[in-house]
């Protein structure tokens, strides 16, 4: 399997997904101290791997909500874990045209 590099995905605070027919988006929320931390999706079915940093975002109440978030991702069931070779953490099932949320096992 081949790494999908992004050098620069999910580093905003602010983040916009675009989804659609097939392509979905995943949001997890993620405990403070793996900030920094990078998550991988690998697909069940096998393909590509992509990963996220876990970032601290500001909320509109004015504290923060750290969280990695995966912006177009094709429709099916991932497995995440911390890269590069953690256990796997969480599973979850994308649908085309719908944000998912998780919250990372602690």
Known sequence: MRSVENPHAG?????????GDGIGALVIEMPSELEGVEVEMRPETGGHLTHVAVVAR????GGFVHSA???EV???SYDLYVRPD??????VDI???AVAHAVWPT
């Open 86 to 91: 953690g256990p796997v953490r969480l599973r």
């Open 58 to 61: 500001p909320t509109p109440q």
């Open 11 to 19: 580093q905003g605070s602010a983040v916009a997904v675009d989804v």
């Open 95 to 97: 649908a085309g045209g």
């Open 69 to 71: 978030v995966f912006f």
């Open 74 to 76: 094709a429709e099916g």
